[in-house]
């Protein structure tokens, strides 16, 4: 059993930036990957960027240069810095982490102006 608990989220002007951190609890051992989604209003839910338990990031082409994904595991924390906001990227963002399937976080709302 795992919590996750997003925070950071907010509103922003194009251009701007937001750091967003998701802690986990309970049996934090059985974590691999970890992280971030996203959802817009109407849209499915998309991947953002994910993260290895030794470090190794992936990204969405979307967010390529942008974002950065790191962790660190003796805080059992992982963080999404936000970098270059465009309004495309407003949505409910959302910490997931990996053992035997994704547990899920309940989400930080990220709003970007123009």
């Known amino acids: 059993q795992v919590q996750l608990v997003e925070s950071g989220g907010g509103l922003v002007q194009a251009g701007g930036s937001l750091r967003l951190s998701c802690a986990a609890s309970g049996s934090i051992f059985s974590i691999g990957a970890m992280g971030w989604y996203r959802q817009a209003p109407g849209k499915q839910r998309e991947l953002v960027a994910t993260?290895?338990?030794?470090?190794?990031?992936n990204y969405a082409n979307s967010v390529k240069g942008r974002f950065t994904i790191s962790r660190d595991n003796t805080k059992n924390t992982v963080y999404l810095q936000m970098n270059s906001l465009k309004p495309e990227d407003t949505a409910v963002y959302y910490c997931?982490?990996?053992?035997?399937?994704?547990?899920w976080g309940q989400g930080t709302q990220v709003t970007v102006s123009s």
């Open positions: 993260i290895t338990r030794g470090g190794t990031p």
């Open positions: 997931g982490a990996n053992d035997a399937y994704w547990y």
